[in-house]
């Protein structure tokens, strides 16, 4: 059973920062593509960052600048590291641990982590 545990969620002030923290109760390597998502109240779950197994990062558009993902497999960990927050920002942040095998794919989600920007 895999388990994604987040940390880092709260209440910050528009301008503000937040880090979020997610452990991975598996070794994560490079097979995995690690990843965060979020989802506001009446949307869709969105991406907005991730790092693949090789190192390569993508993010959402609406986060390009401000956030930044790091991955340490040593520790199992993925950061997200966010800057310059508004409120739109504001939603419940779920990481995600991608892992392909042999042609097959596999997603695993944290509980979730709230994130509110407002003043």
């Known amino acids: 059973q895999v388990q994604l545990v987040e940390s880092g969620g709260g209440l910050v002030q528009p301008g503000g920062s937040l880090r979020l923290s997610c452990t991975a109760s598996i070794s994560i390597g490079s097979i995995d593509d690690m990843g965060w998502f979020r989802q506001a109240p009446g949307k869709q779950r969105e991406l907005v960052a991730r790092v693949t197994g090789g190192g390569s990062t993508h993010y959402a558009d609406a986060v390009k600048g401000r956030f930044t993902i790091s991955r340490d497999n040593a520790k199992n960990t993925v950061d997200l590291q966010m800057n310059s927050l508004k409120p739109e920002d504001t939603a419940v942040y779920y990481c995600?641990?991608?892992?392909?095998?042999?042609?097959?794919?596999?997603?695993?989600w944290g509980q979730g982590t709230q994130v509110t920007v407002s003043s």
């Open positions: 995600n641990l991608r892992r392909s095998i042999l042609g097959i794919t596999r997603d695993y």
